[in-house]
């Protein structure tokens, strides 16, 4: 299955190729952000240009200002050519050049947009929920690039080998906590608390789970859960900003129920952002 | 400071252009290899198979008999238009395709091969020595990508903003232990013994290292050192498949002597493998 672009940006060139000496292919030097349009707008926009400002600033890749201005040009010089709905993908690169690992001292990053359809989901997993699995594959602490969306995804990549046709896999780091999933973050129910896995030694901080701690008035608490904690909690859901929420239904066979704080989010996201 | 290649072929074409949906780009999904080509042959190809090779089973690129046969047949097609001395790079991703991070079932590698000329290096590097830094920068530890030359290289990248114009790099992991230099592996000496770091957990398993362990007799036994360990060492040296050796002369100011097996070593390398 591969989805083809709409359109596809490079530096507001249209062209499918990337230079070869780019830093991106050599070292995964640089960040991406997958954006949901929803009749031509970005309702996260604000949270998506958060995140890549902060991968900007962690990867020291120019002025987060500059590069802030330049990511929404090079989104808008795409979505000029296609409105309505749409998933946007943006990579944006060190650029090429620099001596091996060494970056150049003046960096000119590389603006990759590419349009596609919405991905297709089955309203059962909304309204039914998901299967998951728990993922061997552990995930190492650094604080140097938690939180951002690096091009360095390779544990995602091995991780999701494991989830043999569930629709989710969650991650858990060396020492047995839990992460997040691997396209998602985790909110787990248990009695009155929301909470989520802390994101500052590793994992993916999603721009919803960003969103509903900003604006939804939650009272979110950040919480460490190893496997059998999260197993006993009153119920799961998982958030990504393509697809809203999915109550989690079944986790290696043990069934969950929907929580009716899950419902109430769907409902909010519904209202708010305009998820289904 | 950006090195042309003399030729560029992606999957056997003359291009430099690679597709924007490869997964090398996307996520680093790939492992590449830096060859020294001495009038038209790789005097460590072996070693840079057998590495790869590992990289293909740890990253289940595909099976590894086929893809080192690919290998060979790239790097044969770029050597057959420019011989003599040069540096070969070459990166095999796998491929486009796959539902985000989940690779698709058939994987059909991108082999990109450059030719570039060999780095112009200093002969006091090898007379004389280098100056070093020890990064502050940790590396995590990841068994299941420990060893193998990814392209997740984020880690190498951030580091590397800490030379400040000297040679080489050390890096430690969150422990504190040594593990490697940014761009070489790092041999120890302490009284009769040649010490250098494991690599079952983080760190690339360099070809060189590799070789002077199976082929040359010098008992080189793997050890957990400390920086204090490295500071209060007769001599240390580090190891490449490109420069071949270059002895530490000093680590953050304080001067070390060049040491008679480094000497030793380097007598070898020159008669074994034509190193200068």
């Known amino acids: 299955v591969r989805r083809q672009a709409h ?67 090079s989104v ?14 943006v990579i944006v690169t060190r650029g090429s050049g620099g001596v091996g690992y060494l970056p150049p001292k003046q960096t000119r990053c590389s603006f990759v947009v590419q349009v596609f359809d919405l991905p297709d989901v089955s309203p ?39 989830l043999n046709g569930q629709q989710e896999g969650l991650l858990f780091d060396q020492q ?3 992460v997040e999933g691997l396209k998602s973050n985790v909110l787990v129910f248990k009695a009155d608390q929301i909470l989520t896995p802390s994101l500052e030694l590793c994992g993916v901080r999603g721009t919803l789970r960003q969103y509903l701690i900003d604006k939804a008035n939650l009272d979110i608490e950040e919480a460490k859960m190893d496997a059998s904690e999260l197993m006993e909690a ?3 859901a998982l958030i990504n900003s393509v697809f809203g929420i999915w109550p989690v239904a079944k986790i290696d066979g043990q069934a969950f129920e929907s929580h009716q704080k899950c419902e109430t989010i769907r409902q909010l996201l519904n209202a708010q952002l305009g998820f289904k």
């Open 176 to 178: 047995g906590v839990l």
């Open 76 to 89: 808008n010089q795409a979505l000029k050519r296609f409105s309505g709905d749409a998933l946007v993908k």
């Open 234 to 236: 009153d119920g799961i």
């Open 124 to 162: 059962s997993y909304v309204e039914g929920g998901v299967s998951v699995t728990l993922c061997d594959y552990r995930l190492a602490h650094q604080p140097r690039l938690a939180g951002i969306k690096h091009l360095n995804r390779l544990d995602q990549v091995l991780a999701a080998r494991e």
């Open 7 to 73: 359109i596809t940006l490079v530096n507001d060139i249209e062209t499918s190729a990337l230079d070869i000496a780019d830093r991106g292919v050599a070292y995964g030097d640089g960040v991406f952000e997958t954006m949901r349009v929803v009749a031509g707008k970005i309702p996260l926009l604000k949270w998506h240009l958060d995140r890549f400002s902060e991968g900007v600033s962690k990867l020291e890749l120019g002025s987060p200002q500059t590069l802030k201005r330049d990511f929404k040009s």
